[in-house]
């Protein structure tokens, strides 16, 4: 019996090791989430309900500086041979009331997050509640492809990022020498890049001419600088003499 056991120790290894294995990726989220919860916390988003397991899990969530985007949903899987090389290779889907983001990414050693690739579509409606302080509104969808970059959320610091992002165009109001502009904006086209430590947002028109940069910045404050272009865009003149580069307005906030 004991002869047995032992020539087929091998196949009774691979058993357990695959009982493990199962058990892990089918283990409830909750009974990990107190191993979990104190990296999360570090993050700029407060948890929900949660449910699933670690490999194929579902949360509600929401961004405290950022109400205006309300209560999300967010599905990942993660695998679990990526662990192996020292990553968590997780592809993860947010969505919510207009809005929703599909990403491929990679969070490694040190709070490292590594973005292979992202896609999502944000309905100006969600946007709406940061623009009013300034007396802007839009209305028009974005849609963003093609991202990728690097951060690290414990040093909060930005690499490599670039991408785009396109606005489908819609009615516009913005503040002009103090007074409300209305106007139809075309299409407009965003290339995502680096400024030095920050990811900036370059908002082109379809012939490449530049009407407006964005940018965020590591300590979490963004900003928008607004070209003389973009009041031609508008079918408006600008009082004053400059040429079409001078920025005539310049906003930031603070958003994460």
Request: glycine share 10%.
């Amino acid at each position: 019996m004991f002869k047995a056991i032992w020539a087929a120790r091998w196949y009774l290894l691979l058993g357990l090791l695959t009982f493990i294995f199962v058990l892990a990726i089918n283990t409830p989220l909750h009974f990990v989430w107190g191993f979990v919860e104190p990296k999360v916390q570090r993050l700029p988003v407060k948890i929900g309900h949660i449910s699933g397991t670690l490999w194929d899990g579902n949360v509600t969530l929401t961004v405290p500086q950022m109400r205006a985007l309300g209560e999300l949903d967010a599905h990942w899987t993660l695998s679990p041979l990526s662990l192996l090389t020292g990553t968590a290779a997780v592809n993860l889907d947010i969505s919510g009331q207009g809005l929703r983001l599909n990403a491929d990414a990679e969070l490694g050693m040190g709070q490292q997050v590594v973005i292979n690739d992202a896609s999502g579509y944000l309905e100006s409606a969600v946007i709406a509640p940061l623009l009013k302080p300034n007396r802007i509104s839009v209305a028009g969808n974005f849609e963003l492809g093609q991202l990728h970059g690097e951060m690290n959320l414990a040093e909060r610091s930005f690499a490599g990022f670039a991408g785009r992002i396109v606005f489908s165009g819609g009615a516009v109001s913005v503040p002009v020498d103090n007074k409300a502009v209305e106007a139809n904006m075309p299409m407009v086209i965003g290339d995502i890049g680096m400024d030095g430590d920050k990811v900036v947002i370059r908002a082109n028109t379809t012939e490449g001419q530049q009407l407006l940069q964005a940018y965020m910045q590591p300590d979490g404050w963004g900003g928008v600088a607004v070209r003389r272009r973009f009041i031609d865009a508008l079918g408006q003149t600008w009082p004053n003499k400059a040429d079409e580069d001078t920025v005539i307005f310049e906003v930031s906030h603070k958003i994460l």
